[in-house]
């Protein structure tokens, strides 16, 4: 098992920056697809950004450059950096891990999600 803590969120001026960090506890030895997805209020959950076991990354459409998902092995820990906040960017953002097929950590990891409000 594995156990996610964010943190980092708060409330930002649009144009401003914050960096989530995520915190793995338990089975760290597995190997995971790590990503940040986040749910603004009345919407569905969405990707914001993939980080592979291969370090390649993806993000979702709306990202344009604004975000960037990196890891520290050594802290077992992901980061989501946003940099030109904006109001839309308003959301609960909430890391997940994802256990491959076969292995003893199977299955999807959430955590308990960082709220980011961006005031205009």
Same mark, same amino acid.
């Given at each position: 098992?594995?156990?996610?803590?964010?943190?980092?969120?708060?409330?930002?001026?649009?144009?401003?920056?914050?960096?989530?960090?995520?915190?793995?506890?338990?089975?760290?030895?597995?190997?995971?697809?790590?990503?940040? @997805?986040? $749910?603004?209020?009345?919407?569905?959950? =969405?990707?914001? +950004? /993939?980080?592979?076991?291969?370090?390649?990354? #993806?993000? !979702?459409?709306?990202?344009?450059?604004?975000?960037?998902?990196?890891?520290?092995?050594?802290?077992?820990?992901? @980061?989501? $950096?946003?940099?030109?906040?904006?109001? =839309?960017?308003? +959301? /609960?953002?909430?890391?997940?891990?994802?256990? #491959?097929? !076969?292995?003893?950590?199977?299955?999807?990891?959430?955590?308990?999600?960082?709220?980011?409000?961006?005031?205009?």
């Amino acid at each position: 098992q594995v156990q996610l803590v964010e943190s980092g969120g708060g409330l930002v001026q649009a144009g401003g920056s914050l960096r989530l960090s995520c915190a793995a506890s338990g089975d760290t030895t597995c190997i995971f697809t790590r990503a940040w @997805y986040r $749910q603004a209020p009345g919407k569905e959950r =969405e990707m914001v +950004a /993939v980080l592979t076991s291969g370090d390649n990354t #993806y993000y !979702g459409d709306f990202v344009k450059g604004r975000f960037t998902i990196s890891r520290d092995e050594a802290k077992n820990t992901v @980061y989501l $950096q946003i940099h030109s906040l904006k109001p =839309e960017d308003t +959301a /609960v953002y909430y890391c997940n891990h994802r256990g #491959y097929a !076969g292995s003893s950590c199977y299955g999807d990891y959430w955590g308990q999600g960082t709220q980011v409000t961006v005031s205009s």
